[in-house]
């Protein structure tokens, strides 16, 4: 330390600083997860079964709807004998909808996906019991009817409604709750596609907001423990087997790049669509409760100009894997998009990746005349997946979904060729996918891009002041305070003062404030000291936490500053970290984003250029 006139600057050193490093993990993760991992399988039995009884509902509702019995097989309603009959059938279902959302819970509206997303953000992950029941039963009426929509979103929405009911029995944190919600709506999906790791992928890109094992291994328990429990209920997989491909040569993967770029642009084009009907509808003077209706009419006459689109649509799928669908594939792709997005629009419930499935695939076999190969079930599965990944803006989800429900393993780079570049596209021209655009809409903004945050890369040593003023504990209040106001060269200036004693130990921490508080509460300044009125009971960091760490405490503390100890000696000053500190840590994390900068390589180039100017001149 440097003694002045009764005062004394600090400056740490290295060594002192580094006398006890103390080591970081690469994960926060504790013991806790070992609560939670059986948690999640217990879940995981309960996704299964509330799986095969959405499947259940669904066959039997579209049984009793088109074919006047009561069967529990799954069909389509593309084979009814109904006639001009067959237009009222999703017409009444919607209306039954209608009736639920506006005297049951208004939340069995929509996707299943967007709502899953509000309750992890916005509602701390807790989820109505009502939900839970009412979800399944309107989305299997909703697809029973002839709905053109997929199981997978109101699944996940019911999954994780059971997730988190499970949850909230227990004595958990938030971020547990959303542990056990996500874990439901992996169990779920992974029970009716018999794809699990695109379950857990799809948690990870579309529903967890973050990357951590304590919320992972959860996750991914649930998941394999309903695709076990899936073959005795629904049976084996995978859902949609086709033969194998040969592993595509490179000309072909550069037409999976123009597959992806069409995919991509359809992407965009469905999304316009949805919240298109959904702006319309929101003009209509009716309650919400009608607005199904208007589109359960849509979806009949539709059905009545192409059966096929009707409905959860599994067949339609494997046709056109198989390149079997026929020669009426627009017909089928522009019916189904319209239907869909109208209905989907008028805010029934009903899911998304299925029918993105088969407009994609639609898409993709419709091109595949001008394609190499020509292969319609090739470039419908490239397609399935540019399209999922484009509009879903979840490329990694997509390409393994695929896989999974065909195990067709050689064309998994194909497929990952046609989802980057959908996704890549989509990114460019959509600001929002089609799930964050409806949570958007509800007034809240959701990032999709996962980062690590700059106060999680470094430590408090590295960022923290080390040449600190410090003020003898024995100094009068207006001896500091008249050299503060003189500018002393000491103090410097700063805001607050580490108080220490004769030997330099940390004794307590005065601020400006305090120094005008006790001028004002007496005339008696030449007595009173600073240890008088500043803080001795201090919350202090340490050189090895992470600024992360010390910012939570500083934040939770409502204080604006931490004195920097030793580990051994907590009286030992290293250091001050201020608002300041952080902050410029955080400042260089976003430069690392915007700052360009020229290295090594580029100064070569404009020597060996310069050189060459020079002979060239001489």
């Avoid at 030449?526 to 760490?549: F, I, K, Q």
Wanted: neutral net charge.
């Amino acid at each position: 330390m440097e003694k002045g006139p009764h005062l004394f600057r600090f400056t740490a050193t290295n060594s002192a600083v580094a006398a006890r490093p103390r080591e970081l993990g690469d994960f926060t993760t504790d013991s806790r997860l070992l609560v939670l991992v059986p948690m999640a399988a217990m879940v995981g039995v309960i996704g299964a079964v509330v799986a095969r009884a959405l499947i259940f509902l669904i066959a039997i509702i579209t049984n009793v709807a088109y074919y006047h019995r009561l069967s529990q097989t799954m069909v389509s309603p593309a084979a009814n004998q109904l006639g001009l009959g067959a237009v009222l059938v999703p017409v009444v279902g919607a209306l039954i909808i209608g009736i639920m959302a506006r005297f049951g819970s208004e939340k069995i509206r929509g996707h299943g996906i967007p709502e899953a997303m509000e309750a992890i953000l916005i509602g701390r992950s807790r989820m109505e019991a009502k939900v839970a029941i009412l979800k399944p039963v309107a989305s299997a009426l909703a697809i029973g009817t002839g709905g053109p929509f997929g199981a997978e979103g109101p699944i996940i929405m019911t999954g994780g409604a059971f997730g988190s009911l499970f949850a909230q029995a227990f004595h958990l944190t938030a971020s547990e709750r959303k542990t056990l919600l996500v874990a439901g709506a992996a169990a779920g999906m992974s029970a009716i596609f018999a794809t699990p790791l695109a379950a857990v992928l799809i948690s990870v890109e579309l529903l967890l907001f973050e990357w951590k094992p304590r919320s992972f291994v959860p996750v991914a328990t649930a998941a394999v423990v309903a695709a076990v429990l899936r073959i005795p209920l629904l049976g084996s997989g995978p859902l949609f087997p086709v033969a194998p491909h040969a592993p595509l040569p490179w000309p072909q993967l550069l037409d999976c790049v123009a597959a992806g770029l069409v995919a991509g642009l359809g992407s965009a084009a469905l999304t316009g669509m949805v919240y298109a009907a959904e702006d319309a509808f929101g003009k209509l003077p009716l309650h919400f409760m009608w607005w199904p209706m208007i589109g359960g009419l849509v979806v009949g006459i539709g059905g009545l100009i192409e059966p096929r689109a009707l409905g959860v649509g599994y067949d339609t799928i494997r046709d056109l894997l198989s390149g079997s669908v026929g020669s009426f594939v627009i017909v089928l792709l522009v019916v189904k998009a319209v239907i869909w997005s109208i209905a989907l629009g008028s805010g029934t419930s009903g899911g998304v990746l299925a029918p993105l499935l088969i407009m994609g695939g639609a898409l993709g076999a419709a091109e595949a005349r001008w394609l190499h190969a020509g292969d319609p079930g090739l470039w419908a599965m490239v397609s399935m997946a540019a399209m999922m990944g484009g509009t879903m803006r979840s490329p990694l989800t997509a390409v393994v979904f695929l896989v999974e429900l065909t195990h067709d393993v050689a064309l998994l780079p194909a497929l990952l060729v046609g989802c980057v570049t959908a996704h890549a596209l989509t990114v460019l021209v959509m600001k929002r996918s089609i799930l964050t655009e409806k949570v958007a809409r509800r007034g809240y903004h959701v990032t999709r891009e996962y980062s690590v945050s700059p106060f999680a890369r470094h430590r408090v040593e590295e960022v923290m002041d080390r040449d600190v003023p410090c003020v003898p504990a024995s100094i009068h209040v207006d001896d500091v305070l008249r050299r503060v106001l003189d500018h002393d060269p000491v103090l410097g200036e700063r805001h607050a003062w580490p108080v220490v004693d004769d030997a330099g130990a940390l004794l307590g921490l005065v601020t400006r404030g305090d120094l005008m508080r006790a001028i004002d509460a007496t005339d008696d300044g030449n007595t009173t000291t600073v240890l008088d009125v500043g803080a001795r009971s201090l919350v202090v960091t340490y050189p090895d936490e992470l600024l992360e760490t010390a910012f939570q405490r500083m934040s939770r503390s409502g204080v604006g500053r931490l004195p920097v100890v030793s580990r051994d000696d907590p009286r030992r000053l290293l250091g001050m970290l201020g608002r300041h500190a952080i902050a410029s840590a955080y400042l260089d994390g976003l430069n690392d984003d915007s700052v360009r900068e020229t290295g090594e390589t580029s100064q070569f180039v404009r020597q060996a250029a310069q050189r060459l100017r020079e002979r060239i001149s001489s």
